[in-house]
């Protein structure tokens, strides 16, 4: 039972456009969503977060966005860059239980 | 500051065989948990442990097992390996439990059955 669903699975964007990743949830007692990034061989890196009291984070090119009633966040990445080809994984959590979504790998063609 | 230390990175084991992973978390985290990727399938969560002690486990057969020990290293094991547990194994760490607290992946051993 997948309960953090990635729909797309790739997703390709040109140098300096935007990137619009999107994630999905079917649990609403998720409290806290996160966005990691990760490059073949290696980890999984914290890219970005939100928690439910918000519906909007902002770090530098990356923005999170949060819609608790559609249960749907997405991130945007602004310009894209050729080094933000990798994976995206959404995760999210509520109380002790944590959750991955499948990924979306992201091809910034420059 | 050190990272989350996976070893070995690369195994290839064959079927019916046991294995163990090993994980040392960060300096200071008493959190470690345990996931597996396979394409397609994302990250699929194996079990969390905070003090020794397993706090979560995610919906793997019982060839699945782990544990921590006083220095919050983790270890993790599977038995009777099949073809189908080949993937790349991730352990993160935290200070606390939950992704709020500092949740640090380790660069995954990738194991292959044959």
């Known amino acids: 039972d997948q309960q953090v669903k990635q729909n797309s699975p790739s997703l390709s964007v040109q140098e300096g456009r935007i990137s619009i990743l999107n994630c999905d949830y079917t649990n609403s007692m998720f409290d806290y969503f996160l966005w990691y990034k990760k490059y073949p061989a290696e980890g999984p890196t914290f890219l970005i977060s939100?928690?439910?009291?918000?519906d909007k984070n902002e770090d530098g090119r990356f923005t999170v966005f949060l819609n608790k009633s559609a249960k749907h966040l997405s991130l945007h990445i602004v310009p894209s860059q050729p080094g933000d080809s990798a994976v995206y994984f959404c995760?999210?959590?509520?109380?002790?239980?944590?959750?991955f979504g499948t990924g979306t790998s992201l091809t910034v063609i420059p | 500051k050190a990272g989350v230390t996976q070893t070995p990175r690369y195994l290839i084991k064959t079927r019916g065989q046991q294995v163990t992973l090993s994980c040392s978390p960060i300096s200071g985290h008493r959190s470690v948990s345990w996931y597996q990727q396979t394409p397609g399938q994302g990250l699929q969560f194996l079990f969390e442990?905070?003090?020794?002690?397993?706090?979560n486990k995610g919906n793997f057969p019982g060839r699945f097992s782990g544990r921590q020990f006083s220095n919050s290293r983790s270890e993790m094991n599977v038995s009777t390996l099949e073809l189908g547990d080949s993937a790349l194994y991730l352990c993160?760490?935290?200070?606390?439990?939950?992704?709020?607290?500092?949740?640090?992946f380790g660069s995954g051993t990738r194991l292959t059955v044959v």
């Open positions: 442990y905070f003090s020794e002690t397993q706090r």
């Open positions: 939100i928690s439910s009291i918000k």
């Open positions: 993160a760490s935290s200070l606390g439990t939950g992704l709020s607290d500092g949740y640090t």
């Open positions: 995760a999210a959590s509520g109380g002790n239980q944590f959750y």
